[in-house]
């Protein structure tokens, strides 16, 4: 059993930075790929990026490539995820998940067995 709970949300304008995070709690953290899916209003939760259990790969959507980096610290039990150059399109209830088992980053949400209550993100123009 993993409890995650985000932080970090808030308000922010175009062009600017955030950093997510999301602590775990219990202590196999490192047994998890780790994972960050986001929700805008009226569409589908969908997938940002994703993390292997040892930090070493990782993987996004395409919209967010080379402006959002997704990292970990197995020490504090915490992943992270940094956006930087938001738009307003970033406008999203952000939520981080856990996968058990295998350790590759998955895309697919019904693979992650742990999710987070989900912190506000909102870019304005």
């Known amino acids: 059993q993993v409890h995650l709970v985000e932080s970090g949300g808030g308000l922010v304008q175009a062009g600017g930075s955030l950093r997510l995070s999301c602590a775990a709690s219990g202590r196999t953290f490192s047994s998890y790929a780790m994972g960050w899916f986001r929700q805008a209003p009226g569409k589908q939760r969908g997938f940002v990026a994703a993390?292997?259990?040892?930090?070493?790969?990782?993987n996004y959507a395409d919209s967010v490539k080379g402006r959002f980096t997704i990292s970990r610290d197995n020490a504090k039990n915490t992943v992270y995820l940094q956006m930087n150059s938001l738009k307003p399109e970033d406008t999203a209830v952000y939520y981080c998940?856990?996968?058990?088992?295998?350790?590759?980053?998955?895309?697919?949400?019904?693979?992650?067995?742990?999710w987070g209550q989900g912190t506000q993100v909102t870019v304005s123009s």
């Open positions: 998940a856990a996968r058990g088992g295998s350790s590759y980053p998955s895309q697919q949400e019904y693979q992650y067995n742990y």
């Open positions: 993390v292997t259990k040892n930090g070493a790969t990782t």
